[in-house]
């Protein structure tokens, strides 16, 4: 008698046996020193020197840098830009792009492995746990260990110490929007008296700094950046990137210091592991270029410290390019192909932008001047033969100082300016002005003829704005 046929398979038992998602493993990054751990903690004070010290700078009596939405200001040291300046917000933001290309076509994802501010804040965040926990041995031993009194304690002050630098990054982060003196006396004012909005945003920033460089870190770089995924388009075959020396490495292995490894068939990779212990996304820099890797360098710095140790030649893994490690380029070689038409491109492109930007920020004249005419009253005829029409100026001061404007115009002959010739404006102010204009009618020919007004500074003569409008003799 034939065996009965097995049952098919419920739901619940095939997906036991495949997973869609990789179940993920938390990754414990190995402390490391050397040139370029220098570097990266180098630029975590920089960046972090700037961003939590920039708001306090004072400047003329206020923030030195502020983006005041409610007043629609953006303070930058002596700049102040209104919402007419957009432009130069989209300048800008096409400068950094280009910088961007810039750096990655030479050297590969230097602002991920150096200035991103998740690199920056899990750098923060795992220096904090490494001295609170211990070293990576330690931590891996205490998540291993059952709840204690111990653990519980080490986990509860490390998270307490997370919390509050996120908190003081959201802080700091809304106050380059709210006045940050303002901000902190709201903060510790008995009532508390933030606004609805700037609670959000405080919450909100410190929680997703604390969410992403305290628990995501790698997943952020690895799931969330784009940036990861498009680097590959910036590459080319002369792009500096972290690579392993396959040729010189394999066949790895371990062995003792006084082999003669060369005779027994080994390759100077000692196969420590320790280029994927220091690693922050945890991938093995040996398997070659992944999307995964920031390029850091950590590895770098990690394998140079046991190639010393074992009395090898650095470098098995080392900033080189593709041609480099086909070629077996020296550094002088690859230094001679950074300038390639790619980079001259960017480059070139990205010094015009800047030279032309900084050009049109040095020229830009601190008054801005709107005509309006007033369609109501215009082209009625006066007494002696004369023409009025009326118009409305706009005129803003966008100078940190007051000024007094005198009002022209010119465009036909015979034209003036009945009343309203002269007008004082406060510092950082918009103030509206009606003039009535006169101008012969024999001065032109019936219809709509082109005039300017002509707006200046009675105190500063390079201060001066002219703007054109349309006069209507019937």
Request: charged share 20%; proline share 4%.
């Amino acid at each position: 008698m034939s065996e009965a046929t097995p049952p098919p398979k419920t739901v619940s038992e095939h997906s036991s046996d495949v997973s869609l998602f990789e179940a993920h493993k938390k990754i414990y990054p190995r402390s490391v020193s050397g040139w370029f751990a220098n570097w990266r903690w180098a630029f975590v004070w920089f960046t972090q020197l700037l961003f939590y010290g920039l708001c306090w700078l004072p400047w003329n009596g206020r923030q030195a840098v502020l983006f005041n939405l409610a007043e629609r200001k953006f303070y930058i040291f002596g700049l102040i830009l209104w919402p007419q300046d957009v432009f130069y917000l989209a300048i800008l933001l096409i400068i950094a792009a280009y910088a961007l290309f810039l750096f990655t076509a030479i050297g590969g994802r230097l602002f991920c492995g150096y200035a991103c501010p998740q690199t920056v804040y899990s750098e923060i965040f795992i220096w904090i746990e490494e001295k609170i926990e211990g070293d990576r041995s330690a931590r891996m031993k205490l998540d291993r260990q059952p709840i204690s009194t111990r653990k519980m304690g080490l986990k509860a002050a490390k998270h307490v110490i997370w919390i509050a630098l996120g908190l003081w990054t959201g802080f700091t982060f809304v106050g380059y929007f709210t006045p940050i003196k303002t901000l902190a006396s709201e903060v510790l004012s008995l009532r508390f008296a933030l606004g609805p909005w700037e609670t959000f945003w405080i919450l909100f920033y410190g929680f997703a700094t604390y969410g992403n460089a305290g628990w995501m870190r790698e997943q952020v770089c690895k799931y969330m950046c784009p940036y990861a995924r498009f680097q590959s388009a910036m590459f080319d075959p002369d792009t500096l990137i972290v690579t392993y020396d396959a040729e010189r490495g394999e066949p790895r292995g371990a062995r003792s210091k006084k082999l003669d490894y060369k005779a027994a068939g080994k390759g100077d990779c000692v196969d420590c592991g320790i280029c994927v212990q220091v690693c922050p996304t945890g991938i093995d820099i040996r398997d070659g270029l992944q999307y995964e890797c920031i390029g850091c360098s950590a590895c770098i710095d990690a394998c140079d410290q046991v190639m010393d140790k074992m009395s090898y030649p650095r470098g098995l893994i080392r900033y080189s390019t593709e041609h480099a490690m086909q070629a077996k380029w020296g550094s002088k070689e690859i230094v001679k192909h950074v300038l390639r038409p790619r980079t001259i491109v960017y480059g070139v492109i990205l010094a015009l932008i800047i030279i032309v930007t900084a050009v049109a920020l040095t020229m830009r004249m601190p008054l801005k001047v709107d005509v309006i005419r007033d369609r109501v009253g215009q082209g009625r005829e006066e007494e002696h033969n004369m023409i009025e029409n009326h118009y409305r100026l706009q005129i803003m001061n966008v100078s940190e100082a007051p000024h007094r404007y005198l009002i022209g115009v010119t465009g036909l002959e015979g034209i003036f300016i009945e009343s309203g010739n002269s007008i004082e404006i406060p510092a950082l102010t918009t103030q509206s002005v009606s003039v009535e204009v006169y101008a012969p009618s024999e001065s032109g020919k019936k219809g709509y003829h082109r005039i300017y007004f002509e707006v200046s500074s009675a105190d500063e003569k390079k201060i001066a704005v002219r703007e054109k409008s349309n006069f209507l003799i019937p």
